[in-house]
Structure formats: C-alpha cells, structure tokens
C-alpha cells in the first residue's frame, strides 16, 4: 500500500503507555474515569500477565499507524489532512489493539458445535465503550476502527457492522467509513463499494471475503450476522439493548471480536446506555472486574460540579473534552454554548449532557468508593465474632436472583470495632447467562467463594434457613430484620429442614421483641417504605461515614454498595431504590436492615457477656 504522509512521533514508550503516564502524573488533565482507566493500564502493565494477558506495544504502534499512513480526514478544515491521532486516541486505539491473550492453553475455547479455536495471541478486549463531549472526534475514531477490522486484521470473512437502532443513524457512522474510501486511492483498489453516492450501502474487501455494512433493529427476520467487529453509535439514544444483542449473538464463532460503542451523556438512567456507562466507570476505577471490557469515560470530579463550577473554570473543560487543546470543538464554542444556555433550564440541561459529559438526569450513588473502601479490614479475623452479640437482615430477592444475608456485630474488649458480615446465594443454573446480564463475574467469586450458589434454577431458601441456622449457633444471635416478601416460602421451607422459625412482634411499652416461639430463629418483620427504613438508613450511614464498623471486603457487597441509590419521600424520609439503583443492591438492603434492629446502649455494663464466676472475677481485675 502507498502510505500517506504523517508526522512521526519519537518516544521511548508506545505512545498509549506514554498517554496513561501523562494523565495518572497529572501532566495531561483529566477526569476520574479517565485517570482510572490510564492506571488500570499501567497496573496491567506489571500484574495482567498473572491473569493471561499481555501488551505487546509493536501490534499498538502498528495499529495506530494504520490511521495515520492510510486514513485521510474530510470534512471543513480537514479535508485530505492524514489521521493524525491525538493522545487520548492513541491510548484507545493502542489499549484496543495492543492487549493480547497469552499463550497458556487455556485460551483453547471449546465452541458449541464441539470444535475448539484457539484464541492465543487473539484480541484481550471484546467490549470498548468510549463515552466524551460531542464534537471530540470519537466518530471518525471509531470508523477507523471499522475499517481497519475490515482490512488489515488479519480476519477471514470479516463481517464489520456500523450498528443503531434506526437504519439512518447507524448510516451516521458507516458515512464516515466512505469517507476513508473516497480519500485513499489505496483504499479504492482493494475495496469495493456498493451504490452511488450517499446511497452507498456497503464496502465490501473481496481477497479476504470481508464486508462493512450498516445494520439497526428494524428489519426484523433477518439472519444472524457474524461479526468480527459492531460499531455502535450514540448508545444513550438506544431504546433498549436489542441490537447490541443481536450483535453479540454471533460473536460465538469469532476469535477477536469486538463491539466498540461511542456515545454522549444522556438524560435517561434507565437505558442499556446508562448501564454500560455505570458499568465502564466502575470497570475503569477497578471498583469491579472486567477484563474483556475496556472504557474510556469523560467526567467531571465531584468538587467541580459544586455550584456548577465547571462552567466558569476553563481549566476544567479538558476533563471532559480531550480534543480540546487541539481545537476541538474549540473554547469559543463551549463559551456560545454557555452563554446561550443562561436562563434556559432546558438548553443548560443540554449544554451539561453535550459538553460536560454529565447525565443530567441520573442521581450519584449514594455509597462512593471513597467511604467504602477505608471500612474494609483486609485481616478480618472471624475467629473475634465468635460469642459476640450480633443482628441479621435478609433479603431474600425473588428465587432465580441474588439472596443476601447480613449480620452485624457489636463491639467488644479484644475487638473495638464493629464488625460487618454479608453472605450472598446465586442459582447455579446459567450462572454464566447472570455474569453477563449484570455486568459481573458470578463464576469468579463462586470460586473464591465470596458467595454461594443454589443447585438448579432458583435460590434454595430451605438451603439459605440451614445455613442460617448452623453458622449462628456460634454467636449471639438477637434477631433477624426480614422483608416480608417470599417469607411464607422461607417459612415453608426452614419447616422441611426441621428449623423452627420464631416471628417476633414489637412491644412499644417495654420496647422490645416479643416472639410467637421461645425456639428457633427469631425472625424480626421490617418494612420497606420510607418511614421505617430512614431511620435504619440514617444509622448505618453514621457508622459508615464515622468508620465504626469493618467489613470482609467481599466484591459482590462492594458491587451492591457501588449501585445504591437513595431516595425520598414527600415528608423527606428516605429509601433504597432498586427501580433508580443500576444493579443489585441486597447485600446493603439486608445490612441496612439488620442496623434498623440493631440496639444501641452507651451504658453498657462491664459485665455484660459474663457467664461464670471466672468471667466476673476476670471482669473485676481488669
């Protein structure tokens, strides 16, 4: 191929490794999600080889010199320019291209019809989900991708999809691929196109068999596409995850492939384009594991969405728009903007979805990683919690989802602390299926049994009630806070098993339970509205920003901390709300319901626990 003229770019580090560096020193601004995903680089950098994975920088450099040698730019100022990547694009492009699978065997995938492919030396990542400002050049970055997939990946049959909802917005992204088409003569004599002018419909590569199509939902009884790589535009319009499925169906029968998704911020939590940027950024700060997922999210810190100060403090405003300092879309554009928006509530709505990559109507979670993590105790000793007093909440969810069950201990003398312990049950059935549907590796914490799993399709709640019963002789159990859905099923259940279970009712005057059975696991009713679970809120979020307690610090409760949304009632009491909340939340439901039963007492005695005559005596001399 006869290669256009490009500048070259000398340094002694790839230039993606080179960008991670320059943002985690704080040498190129940017944003929390941004400077996660640059130190998840480099962290990988040392660590990934220990899970499979490697870097190999000469396939990241040649990948980003496929846009600058071949691609031409079109379009205004632009026009017949070369593809110069910015930084922040080589890092995706590099990151895309240059993370590799080893060489283990483990990589030897069986497919379903029982042939094994090898995917050694294959492509790490199959998802990348790239969310910035509009105007930063992410749509012609992705074309490149398509592109390049279609050409010079090395793929046999490669079938490249430009893919939306509607025909013509997926027609939005495939335009720009013409583009690189009608600006490289070299392009032109190895690809083919079909149709005439903006009615072109394909490019198609007939050495390798490989086509680069538009495709939406629309069209609906068409045959299942293959594809090496799904190019999705504008992911926060997306009415629900159909055409990304449809998508991901056929990735079954390819070694490498990828879906690479760009969009803008929205105005809608409740979409697949909210879920996968929740998801991205948790991925991004390593606050969940993913590593077939890569996300590069513009955002905004906390301090500068106080008082809506980014929208006066230029500095800011390359955090979320990393073309900036190059032009892109350039400060007088972001100032027209503002200034238009002032006094327009729906325009300055936009204003912050399309500049400041802020999802203007979602709610920030109400756990951040930041009070979260300080609370975990990497040398949690379970030895201390024996004979300790402690009260339960469970949420038992519905049969085929996650089931939780949390027990909060009081402190004591060898142990000041208070002590938070949650145990999690999954279906075992299409385990896998559940990992993908909630964005979480299910599979992985089974085996490091962080949780555990029922056989068959639902959740066991005569297995749950065992277990309850048999690992809670050994401390001092007051209690169990339950919500009463599915507790007539649990019921039934403990009964099969031989458990009693004990419901207790409250006594306002002697404030205290009374229980309809002197046996058995006391089980403690508690309601989900608002006026009964702000109270309990409001005292686990005590002991939460006051660092009073400690946790395991399982995964799969961090998951639930990292999804909560509160919210609130008219009188102002509030509620965890799974309809807001993206993910599950029962591992915080249950631990917030077992502090709503939990008593508190600043006179406790010294002699409290106390059994024998030795315990006093032992008292005494202390």
Known sequence: MKKTKAKKTACSIDRATAYALAVVNGEIMAGPYVRGACQRHLNDLKYAGERGFYYAEAEAAKAIRFFEEYLCLNGGQFEGKP?????????????????????????????????????????????????????????????????????????ARSEIYAAATYKDQAMVLFRDAVAFYDQSPELQKRLVASGTGEKRWSLSFPEKGSFFRPISSEKKGQSGPRPHMALLDEIHEHRDGTVIEMLRAGFKWREQPLSFMITNSGHDKTTVGWEYHDMGSKIACELLENDEFFAYICALDEADL??????????????????????????????GQIKEARGM?????????????????????????????PCRDSDFDESLLVGRRCWGGLDLSAVNDLTAFALMFEPCEADPMMRLKVFFWVPEKDLRRKSEIDHVPYDVW????????????????????????????????????????????????????????????????????????????????????????????????RYLLQREFRHDGNPCLRWCAANVIVDS???????MSKKKSVGRIDGITATVMACGILEESEEKSAYDGCETVEDYKARMAF
């Not at 065997?105 to 497919?111: A, H, I, P, T």
């Not at 989900?129 to 050049?137: A, D, H, Y």
């Open 306 to 335: 106080e008082d809506d100060h980014y929208l006066t403090d230029e500095c800011l405003w390359a955090k979320v728009n990393p073309s900036l300092e190059y032009g892109l879309p350039g400060y007088d554009y972001i100032r």
């Open 83 to 155: 593809f110069i990547l910015l930084p922040w694009q080589c890092f995706i492009v590099g990151s895309i291209f240059g993370w590799k699978r080893d060489t283990s065997d483990k990589w030897l995938e069986r497919r379903p019809d029982g042939d094994v492919r090898d995917t050694r030396h294959k492509r790490r990542f199959r998802v990348a989900f790239i969310e910035t400002e509009k105007g930063s050049g992410k749509s012609p970055l992705c074309a490149g991708i398509g592109v390049k997939g279609l050409c010079a990946d090395n793929e």
């Open 345 to 373: 509530d729906s325009k300055m709505g936009t204003v912050k979805r399309l500049c400041f990559c802020i999802w203007t109507e979602a709610e920030s979670p109400w756990i951040s990683g930041e009070v979260w993590d």
């Open 446 to 541: 089974v085996k490091q049994k962080h949780i555990f799993v029922s056989k068959g399709a639902a959740i066991s709640y005569g297995q749950v009630a065992r277990f309850i019963f048999d690992e809670t002789l050994k401390y001092g159990l007051q209690g169990i806070a339950y919500d009463r859905n599915y507790m007539k099923f649990f019921v039934k259940d403990a009964e099969k098993e031989g458990i009693e279970i004990a419901i207790g009712k409250w006594d306002k005057e002697k404030r205290l339970w009374n229980y309809d059975s002197p046996s058995g696991i006391k089980m403690n009713p508690f309601g989900q509205e608002p006026r009964s679970m702000a109270p309990a809120i409001d005292k686990f979020e």
């Open 569 to 575: 009632d008219d009188s102002g009491y509030r509620k």
